[in-house]
């Protein structure tokens, strides 16, 4: 039987992918490998915990923690992953996103003539490197499955048929807990009570900002710091330039200051504790996809996410401490609800995979580019 090979690269696309990887297991059509900062024997025992089997790995992250290494993971990407395509010889690669290891996974399929189908195209993210990485992945991809009718509209700008881009929601939506029962239990793991004020911060680095990294970090600790009887929950940046120094600062914090608690990934605990959270804050793509549905208020600090449609409920904030507060001080105050705009949760993985199974493949990976009408 044909197979679909899923190239899982970061710990939020692996909670983004799991259902679908479930569902093309279940098919028996899942070749699944691990890229990027999920190469670990750690998340090797998740894999095996959800039931998902890995053929592969492509080993291409660095220890170091700069622009360079990261030029250089993209070449080590493109290398090992065109062993396992010529190994597998797959019908079609699906790929999630914008990171730099989902870049040379890209870059290795086209050359070798097998389609793409990219997840969550379309999207702008001025404040990160990773925008120009999204529109170059979109460019060498046959299909698309976009979360917006916005998003579907920059594509075909971009020159891609309209036969190819579906709009199916936002794919992380299918993790929502399905009751306030999941969350109760949740907190007892992470020793907060079911009356106490908390919100759960997770910031990573902006790789087109000019401005120091530890002044942004220490706006937000003040910001929060201000903030009494309240407890913060964090989580790792992820493995961007200038995430090492924004993980090291947050366990620094923790050391003292009782209130703080740094947990490295929440992993199928994250949405289920954000929905008992008073707020969330930060600047991850979560604050402004799935979080909203929790109907809890979201603070989205700098450029990172800056073009991305910001449904309401999400408040904007600089980088300097007043701005950051104040902006914390109109989520709080936010009565609700929130705005949901990337349709509805629960079936769409079941989606993305009938698409998957209806293309015809033949010719796919040559395509014309669409000058509109």
Known sequence: MDKILLVIGSRADYWLLRNLAKQLQDNKVL??????????????????????????????????????????????GIKSFSGILKNVNPKMVVLLGDRYETMASAVAAYSMKIPISHIHGGEVTHGAIDDGYRHAISKLSSFHFVSHEKYKERLLRMGEQPDRVHVVGALGLDNLPSSLGESARVLERYNLKNDEDFC???????????????????????SLLSLKNFKIIITKANSDPGGVLINKVWAEWVKNDKRVKFIPTLGDDFLKLLAKAKFCIGNSSSGIIEIPYLNVPVVNIGNRQEGRIFPRGVFKAGYESDDISAAINRALNFSGPSEKIYKEPGKIGNRVCEFLFSFNLEKSICKKFYDGQ
Do not use: P, R, W
């Open 31 to 76: 070749v699944l490998v691990t890229s990027g900062e999920c190469v670990s024997e750690n998340f090797d025992q998740q894999l095996e915990k959800d039931g998902l089997e890995l053929f592969g790995k492509i080993n291409c992250l660095s220890d170091q923690d700069s622009y360079l290494c990261m030029t250089q993971a993209i070449s080590e």
């Open 200 to 222: 759960v911060l997770t910031y990573h680095s902006e790789t087109y900002n000019e401005q120091s990294i530890k002044q942004q970090l220490m706006s937000i600790k003040s």
